[in-house]
């Protein structure tokens, strides 16, 4: 686990959701939240919420994948994506 990752997943646990388990997958980063949980309202809003948390991270910025779960569906979002990720041709 990078020291990008790990800053990632304290800052978030840190956060103290209740219910919600954040933790190293593979090298994304998992959030498992309540199954109540809606999707699309933390969908809308993790780009603005991510970008205002970052401020706290002085560490070299890194690709990471936050893949969001509810118990019945998920979704992934990328953090700084490279060059790669971003290339659809």
Do not use: C
């Amino acid at each position: 686990m990078s020291a990008y990752q790990q800053k990632w997943i304290a800052i978030l646990n840190n956060a103290h959701l209740a219910g919600w388990t954040i933790e190293d997958r593979d090298g994304d980063v998992f959030i498992d939240m309540p199954h109540v949980t809606d999707l699309k309202l933390i969908r809308d809003n993790l780009p603005q919420t991510l970008g205002l948390m970052a401020l706290d991270i002085n560490l070299p910025k890194e690709r990471l994948k936050f893949i969001i779960h509810n118990g019945h569906e998920q979704f992934e979002y990328l953090l700084n994506p490279a060059d790669a990720d971003l290339n659809t041709e």
